[in-house]
């Protein structure tokens, strides 16, 4: 359901009178006319061709947690106006550390919210919600109808590992770019497949369909994040997920909302047909340590790494197929 089935039907170029969810009315201008304003102090930054491509172009949000959920708002507030939002969870209470959820929105469907949320922004805006998610039902046809995907499917747990990889694989099938992201304590990672080029396999041909990467996320994530995305702060965690002592993985909102930040530009370019690095690293805590400190981290975390391979391997060995932690997976 788009937002406009909510507002009373208006002859093309009237104004039309919205209700909002607080339910207050308001009267906004024909649709042309609200979206010229709407994106008026993008006017200089973001050329008047990919604005409208932009507006024109339907883009997937697989996953609305964390990453999916940190680039919903700015899209639609870049211009974005039509986009499917396909996630099957709602929020609980430890959602609120960093994710765009409220108290009174705990139990509610979380692409349902910001389907609810983005009418208040922009109520011509199409935002179509798919609570089931990624789902064999309808991958197909989802993917079928987007021109970019953001791939924002969780892989802290198992079930939606095989999502992500069905995704992914009828994206590369049908020349759809997907932009992903992974927040790794203050680091976050942007992946780009871009699939309409030639030769770029489904995640550049490191998640196997018959591994025991789709079956673990550790597995998963060794074979997807680089050694230079896994820093100091998270070593540690990393150590004790892989010794059963801690469930889940810690994550925190600076890291999330990078997301939202870089992606935003990559759609543009993306959108436009420009080629864009497939790999973006930006890690936080190091870009605001002086030289010294960041030496001295380096040094820990190297030697961290170290004892931290040693230690999968040790865990791995017996194995069929023992793997060092993680490889690295594609170049920038």
């Not at 979380?110 to 990624?134: C, H, L, S, T």
């Not at 942007?190 to 025991?212: A, H, S």
């Not at 890291?255 to 992606?263: D, K, S």
């Not at 543009?268 to 864009?276: F, H, I, K, M, N």
Request: hydrophobic share 40%; with cysteine.
């Amino acid at each position: 359901m788009s937002a406009r089935d909510t507002a009373p039907a208006s002859p093309a170029g009237a104004a039309t009178a919205y209700t909002l969810s607080n339910g207050q009315q308001v009267v906004l201008p024909p649709h042309d006319e609200f979206y010229a304003q709407f994106v008026a102090r993008n006017r200089g930054l973001v050329p008047a061709d990919e604005q409208e491509r932009l507006r024109r172009a339907t883009i997937l949000v697989a996953g609305c947690g964390s990453i999916g959920g940190a680039v919903v708002e700015p899209l639609v507030r870049l211009g974005a106006e039509h986009l499917i939002l396909a996630e099957p969870g709602d929020y609980d209470l430890h959602n609120l550390n960093r994710q765009a959820v409220r108290l009174q929105d705990l139990g509610r469907n979380k692409a349902e919210v910001f389907q609810e949320r983005m009418r208040d922004i922009n109520p011509y805006a199409e935002v179509e919600v798919d609570p089931r998610g990624i789902v064999a039902e309808n991958v197909e046809a989802l993917v079928a109808r987007a021109d970019l995907i953001v791939d924002g499917v969780d892989v802290t747990t198992r079930p939606p590992l095989w999502s992500k990889y069905a995704l992914h694989e009828r994206a590369q099938r049908r020349g759809i770019p997907v932009v992903s992201g992974y927040d790794v304590a203050g680091l976050q990672l942007l992946r780009i497949y871009d699939y309409r080029q030639p030769g770029v396999r489904v995640l550049d041909g490191n998640v196997r369909p018959d591994g025991p990467e789709l079956r673990e996320p550790m597995a998963f994530l060794r074979r997807v994040i680089p050694i230079g995305a896994v820093p100091l702060e998270i070593i540690d965690e990393l150590r004790q997920q892989l010794h059963g002592a801690r469930d889940g993985f810690p994550q925190i909102v600076y890291t999330a909302n990078l997301f939202g930040v870089v992606a935003l530009q990559a759609t543009l370019d993306l959108l436009s047909g420009r080629t864009v690095r497939r790999q973006v690293i930006v890690d936080v805590p190091t870009l605001l340590r002086p030289r010294a400190a960041r030496l001295r981290v380096a040094a820990a975390r190297l030697y961290g790494l170290y004892h931290l391979n040693n230690e999968f391997r040790r865990a791995l060995r017996g194995s069929r197929e023992p793997e060092e932690l993680p490889h690295a997976a594609g170049g920038p």
